[in-house]
């Protein structure tokens, strides 16, 4: 079974991570910038330390309403006038309470902050930057959540699948072509898988996916047609319920996928040579 597909790149080659699902990939414009005041509160943080920011802080608005408190009464001569020293206390205590949300409000988006760059270093992580697909570090990941989240007994599709004569077309074409060729590869690799499982790039042209069986066809040899340029896909499958983890299962669907890559290259040396001939002969004949 084989198929051919044309298609465009994508605008992005990047434009989405992880595993067969469509989460977006986030890059350091979503975390946002923090205001001036933000980010000399956030080097108070790093320099005293979380206790040490909140004593200063403590310190300092203590500091502050007591000093307002005298520089009131002192304006006033409040020294001799009960009224005036209640009016002060009264302004003491509501000075921290104007102060609180302004606090309040920078810790929380100091956690948004935090939370959202962590997203970012997780996505690094287990994102191909390239292709915007898993890395082995994602793919695997995403595996040991799609085992979980199915049912006991599930049989799974394996698959192993690289470019044919990848580094002829490098050698040919160049690199950047070749990096397209395998942001196509990609890109048809998970729009046919989907959400029904994982996909994700584990060597320079290797690619790996596994998937609940029968959920989705994929063919054993796919041609892409990439601005003229011949690109071919080699896959290799498997069937298990991966009782005993992934990796003795990619192993055997590599050996699969070495052997189909030998019929192919069986068949084209029998074709080429059956060429051959038959232009020998018509070159007899005349």
Not at 133 to 140: D, E, P
Not at 159 to 186: E, I, P, W
Not at 222 to 239: K, P, S, Y
Request: aromatic residues 6%.
């Amino acid at each position: 079974m084989s198929g051919r597909e044309r298609g465009a790149l994508p605008a992005t080659r990047a434009p989405r991570s992880g595993t067969g699902n469509a989460a977006t990939l986030v890059t350091p414009a979503d975390v946002g910038e923090l205001s001036r005041l933000e980010q000399s509160m956030l080097s108070l943080v790093r320099k005293r330390g979380v206790m040490g920011y909140v004593v200063w802080c403590t310190a300092m608005v203590v500091l502050g309403s007591e000093t307002l408190m005298i520089a009131v009464l002192l304006l006033t001569d409040g020294f001799s006038q009960p009224e005036f020293w209640q009016q002060a206390l009264l302004w003491s205590g509501l000075i921290p309470l104007l102060v609180a949300p302004l606090a309040l409000h920078f810790t929380a988006r100091l956690v948004e902050h935090l939370d959202r760059t962590r997203t970012i270093l997780r996505s690094w992580a287990s994102t191909d930057v390239l292709t915007g697909i898993a890395n082995r570090r994602g793919f695997f990941d995403g595996v040991a959540e799609l085992v979980e989240s199915t049912p006991q007994g599930t049989t799974f599709e394996v698959g192993m699948l690289d470019l044919d004569r990848f580094k002829s077309l490098n050698d040919r074409f160049g690199h950047a072509r070749g990096d397209d060729a395998l942001v196509l590869v990609a890109r048809w690799l998970r729009s046919t898988i989907g959400d029904a499982g994982v996909v994700g790039r584990i060597g320079g042209d290797e690619f790996t996916y596994v998937v609940p069986l029968a959920s989705v066809g994929v063919p054993d040899r796919m041609h892409f047609d990439l601005d003229g340029i011949d690109v071919e896909v080699t896959v290799g499958r498997v069937c298990s319920r991966l009782d005993g983890g992934i990796d003795s299962v990619l192993a055997t669907a590599d050996q699969v996928l070495y052997r189909n890559k030998q019929n192919r290259l069986t068949v084209e040396s029998l074709t080429a040579l059956r060429t051959s001939s038959d232009r020998l002969d018509a070159g007899r004949d005349v």
